[in-house]
Every structure is written in C-alpha cells, then in structure tokens.
C-alpha cells in the first residue's frame, strides 16, 4: 500500500514557478505508474500528468502542455511535478496518486485506475 506526501504548494504569481514533490512512503515506488491531478473548488478532480514506471513515458492535460513536467526519482521513492508559467486557472489542490497496476506500460488518464492518493497540497495563483 502506498503512503504519498505531497509538499511544495503556495501562493505565487501569474507566470511563476512551483516544483511539487510527492514521496512514497510505502509500497515498492519504482513499479508502479504515478499521477498527478487536481481539483478547483466547485469542480470536478482532473487529470493533469502522468509517468510509467520506467520514466519513459508521460502524458499531460492539454491545458498545462509545455508548461508542467513530470519526473520521477525511483532511487528517491518521489515523482515531481515542475509547473511553469503558472496561470490562475490553475489554481487548485494537487493530489498525486499511485497506479493500481504494476508495471502498467502506459499511462491512465482515470482516476479509479489509482488506488492510493496523497492528501493534496494547495497551489494558488494570483492574477
């Protein structure tokens, strides 16, 4: 079973820089694919970004392509998730996730494909 801690949310400008983290204290990190979503307040939880468990493939929300990128460090047991030109738009709490499946070599888009989630971490963006 996964544990995930999210850190590295704030408050920061439009057009600024925030770099998530999320750590496994759990179950073994490197065979599982990992996530990142989100949800705006009054707003449904959204996929955002997401890597195997190689590192060799990832996906991305239309909406934060070449602005967000998401790593992972298996020897660190931690996925990142680098977000650049940050807009008020994305503003919301940052929730990553843990694949259900092992070795899954694609990346899933779905929520109910991840089965253990971190508590989130708040990301605010003013205008």
């Known amino acids: 079973q996964a544990q995930l801690e999210e850190s590295g949310g704030g408050l920061v400008q439009a057009g600024g820089s925030l770099r998530l983290s999320c750590v496994d204290f759990g179950r073994t990190f490197s065979t599982y694919a990992r996530g990142w979503f989100r949800q705006a307040p009054g707003k449904e939880r959204e996929f955002v970004a997401g890597?195997?468990?190689?590192?060799?493939?990832?996906s991305y929300a239309d909406s934060v392509k070449g602005r967000f990128t998401i790593s992972r460090d298996n020897a660190k047991n931690t996925v990142y998730l680098q977000m650049n030109n940050l807009k008020p738009e994305d503003t919301a709490v940052y929730y990553c996730?843990?694949?259900?499946?092992?070795?899954?070599?694609?990346?899933?888009?779905?929520?109910?494909?991840?089965?253990?989630w971190g508590q989130g971490t708040q990301v605010t963006v003013s205008s």
């Open positions: 996730a843990a694949d259900r499946l092992v070795l899954r070599s694609s990346v899933s888009t779905r929520g109910p494909d991840y089965g253990s």
């Open positions: 890597i195997t468990w190689t590192g060799g493939v990832t």
